[in-house]
């Protein structure tokens, strides 16, 4: 028996888009990186439904893979609905959509599994993924 | 300006709480109605330096913000080795022992988040002693959004951890400056303080069902809140103000958490109404009791 897998809106296929660029914006930004120069983790990040995969070493994303990869571990995850995502980007974004525990708190989003190198590392996290606000902006404007 | 210096002048006061002295670090300006300025868990006095400054309100009223013991410059009375944790009683021990060791008469009582939950406090139980009193960041209760054990552990970066977390509860329109400024505070606090704070936030300062019995004819209350306070939410100050009869409620625009420090210009336009209003009522009481 064969499916075809639902292809996501044109809103979520921009916020994959976005969440793709990471890595890249993220070599643009050597004090972020500096600030996780001891992280070394596997995690689960982006939106609900099309998470990637994060390799991260000393800082860098050097891995970003969308799930699901056959048997891969993540130690943490923090997933967020793509209309988190979009309002999380946005250059002023609205209250209570402004910050990762803001979306956890109004359940947009979910943070799941071992959450030590996410809290060791929480504001590494908040800034890193906030890099695409800028982009993101500029691209739906 | 090189050479600048401010008017602020920082001194300290030995005040007995619950039977142990304490050397209470505090700092102040201006002459006339005395206002007191409570910082919230885990900061310190710094938080109110703009207020400190103001050239306008320091001409009618004399500014003090003190540090908390365990807090900024008040070391912790002794070093028994014993975890921090403040609760509603002591919060409220200290506030009316520093004010009485001051001799201040009738204070206004501005306080922010911690300081504006204890601001109701005083509103239930001491408010013939207060002229007015003003909550920012405040409400009966708030929902918890994060586990409080992660602020104190060896594994993890205190300072690091409590600024990162309180980071998301300043407005996106804050001045890069003030939010690093408001965040460094929360990076130089000692171990289990903020965690020690928030115990009587989270656990024992529970004031739900308490606030109706507020009378604001005998203490006016002014509760304002920043729309991006996702901790104490203006929702969660405005159902707290239902409950009480004449408090006055001010949601402030592109303010969060912190709006005396991370935005002092914005909280200015918000606080110096009340102020004003504080300033009125004072002196057409006064004139009432010449008359």
Known sequence: MTHTTPSPHAADAAVIKAFAAIPALLEQAPHLVSRGRYLDCECLLGPVDHPFHASIRSGRIVELTPAPVLMRSWRFSYRATPTAWTEYWKPEPRPGWHDLLALTKRKEAVLEGDLYPFMAHLQYFKDMLALPRLQHAAAVS | ?291
Not at chain 2, 26 to 39: S, T
Not at chain 2, 40 to 64: P, V
Not at chain 2, 207 to 231: A, H, K, M, Q
């Open chain 2, 1 to 291: 300006m090189n050479g600048m210096i401010e008017p602020i002048t920082g001194r300290y006061v030995h005040v007995e709480i619950g039977g142990e002295m304490h050397r209470i670090y505090f700092e102040e300006n201006g002459a006339g109605i005395p206002l007191v300025c409570l910082h919230t868990a885990g900061s310190d006095g710094r938080q109110w330096r703009h207020l400190l400054a103001d050239k306008e309100f320091s001409r009618n009223f004399r500014i003090i913000a003190f540090d908390m013991p365990w807090h900024g410059k008040s070391n912790p009375a002794s070093w028994t080795g014993e975890e921090y944790r403040l609760t509603t009683a002591r919060y409220t021990q200290t506030i009316r022992a520093f004010c009485a060791a001051l001799k201040l008469e009738k204070p206004v009582v501005m306080g922010c988040s911690i300081g504006g939950r204890i601001v109701l406090n005083l509103a239930i139980d001491h408010a013939a002693e207060f002229r007015a009193l003003i909550g920012l960041e405040a409400a009966d209760f708030q929902a918890p959004w994060y586990d409080t054990s992660w602020l104190n552990r060896p594994d993890v970066h205190g300072g690091e951890v409590c600024a990162a977390l309180v980071s998301g509860l300043i407005a996106p329109q804050s001045p890069h400056a003030s939010r690093d400024e408001t965040l460094w505070a929360y990076k130089q606090g000692g171990p289990g303080v903020f965690k020690g704070d928030l115990y009587f936030y989270r656990v024992d300062g529970d004031l739900r069902g308490r606030v109706e019995n507020i009378d604001t004819s005998v203490c006016p209350l002014y509760l304002l809140t920043g729309e991006y306070d996702f901790s104490c939410t203006p929702e969660d100050t405005k159902r707290t103000a239902a409950a009480i009869g004449g408090a006055k409620v001010t949601i402030m625009e592109k303010l969060g958490h912190f709006p005396m420090s991370e935005n002092p210009e914005q909280f200015r336009r918000y606080i110096a109404p009340v102020l004003g209003e504080i300033l009125k009522q004072s002196i057409s009481s006064k004139q009432g009791e010449h008359a």
